[in-house]
């Protein structure tokens, strides 16, 4: 990557420590919900941030026994094995104290040598995570990187003023990614906020029950598509006209099944590593020859569900056309009128409680179609669900823009880096590039 203009030195003797975590005493059992300091795992860990999805917390006790491997701000923290290996990032701030488990290793430069979120770009750069997915994969057993390996690292060293100018264009382009998703996690919760009120709560129907013909300031038609009252069913109450029934009477799931032989190299692959938890906005896809076992073909628009471990809740929109991970179910709506229905109601929490509740297997639960078209649902009638498509038509409209947006804003990060080690590309041209890529 870097040319002969920029030295490359191993990482060993620019740091001060290189070193993994440990589990406490006591293994699972002893982490909290809430505690003096976080224990942070492999699953906290990805190569675009810092997640406190799953994140757990030990007492005074167990912190202490582990204050050898505690985390310090601007850290940089690898994980080191399993499927997992190679992902990086630097700890949000506000986490800690915190401590890191045997999966994640804590990597501290020098200051004066190496800037912390230099070393992390780099790291996370395309050429570094495939040299180190190749060293992790020579492995006899499992996947793993040594601290022999990390610390034999080349990384490139230009002065460290450069160092963080770069950091600080590269850090620009990230601040407007996450900017992406935030509005992404916005507009999601919009059109689950909207599914949960007619669908769950049937708050216009009780409206009109309670005497208010616009069914809580709806529109004239669209309050005049919901009845007056609740009747009972076998689900409860629900509103008069409406059915019970589950949810493969309005979706299906496909089996598209196809060879890796049969599939154009630069297909879209999305596998479970690709999907982030509790986000229907998929903004990240490898390609169809980076994997050989048989693959699952998806059409966009459609939704994918990762049916392994169900409760890390990885449901998205597919952005594109392409293939998946036979550990993700694709669901196709029985037509666009019932699209956003099927996708707020298989996002919901209440529906991953369920597939979980309903997976097999304890290591590795899986769920499966069959059990998931099973779920019972209360289905409107088709103008009804057409009336919600309509109206978070435009929110998931919105989602697909900011995915390809932050698709692209990722591409720019990606090929920065290399083009300002080499100078191929001067800061203020990166600057300008980032400017007009944010318009």
């Known amino acids: 990557m870097p040319s002969d203009a920029v030295p490359e030195v191993e990482l060993g003797p620019l740091c001060t420590k290189i070193g993994s975590g440990a589990t406490p005493r006591g293994g699972e059992k002893v982490y909290l919900p809430h505690g003096v300091a976080a224990l942070i795992r492999s699953q906290n860990v990805y190569n675009d941030g810092f997640t406190t999805n799953g994140l757990v917390y030990l007492s005074e006790e167990h912190a202490s026994q582990l204050c050898n491997v505690e985390v310090e701000a601007g850290d940089v923290l690898l994980n080191i094995t399993g499927d997992s290996v190679a992902r990086c990032c630097q700890p949000d701030p506000r986490v800690l ?91 999601e919760r919009m059109a689950q906020a909207l599914f949960k009120s007619w669908f769950i709560d049937f708050d216009p129907v009780r409206a009109k029950a309670e005497g208010d013909p616009t069914a809580g300031d709806l529109p004239t038609q669209l309050a005049a598509l919901f009845p007056d009252r609740l009747i009972d069913s076998e689900l409860g109450p629900i509103p008069e006209g409406w059915k019970p029934g589950r949810l493969a ?112 297997g304890t290591k590795m639960p899986r769920t499966n179609w069959t059990d998931m078209g099973n779920y019972p649902v209360t289905i409107p009638p088709d103008d009804v669900a057409e009336a919600f498509q309509i109206r978070v038509a435009s929110l998931h409209e919105r989602i697909r823009v900011g995915v390809h947006q932050i698709r692209v804003l990722t591409g720019l990060r990606d090929t920065l880096l290399p083009k300002l080690l080499s100078g191929d590309v001067e800061v203020p041209e990166a600057k300008a590039a980032v400017e007009e890529v944010a318009e």
């Open 97 to 187: 104290p915190a401590r890191v488990n045997q999966h994640v290793a804590i990597i501290r430069p020098r200051r004066d040598q190496l800037d912390p979120a230099f070393l992390r770009y780099f790291l996370v750069s395309p050429r570094m995570q495939a040299q180190m997915l190749a060293w992790a994969h020579a492995g006899a057993t499992r996947n793993a990187l040594t601290k022999g390996m990390i610390e034999s690292f080349k990384v490139p060293k230009p002065d460290i003023c450069t160092q963080r100018r770069i950091a600080a264009i590269l850090g620009s382009l990230d601040d407007k990614i996450e900017l992406n998703r935030r509005m992404n996690r916005t507009l």
């Open 249 to 360: 009477d309005i979706a299906d799931s496909p089996r598209r099944g196809v060879k890796p032989a049969d599939i154009p190299p630069a297909t879209p692959y999305i596998g479970l590593e690709h999907m982030p938890r509790r986000s229907i906005a998929l903004d990240s896809w490898g390609r169809a020859d980076e994997v050989a076992s048989g693959k699952s073909l998806f059409r966009k628009g459609e939704i994918l569900f990762g049916k392994l471990r169900p409760y890390f809740h990885k449901v998205g929109i597919a952005p594109v056309d392409g293939v998946c991970s036979t550990d993700i179910v694709v669901i196709a709506p029985e037509d666009d009128r019932w699209r956003g229905f099927a996708l707020s109601l298989v996002s919901s929490k209440a529906f991953v409680d369920y597939t979980d509740s309903h997976s097999a």
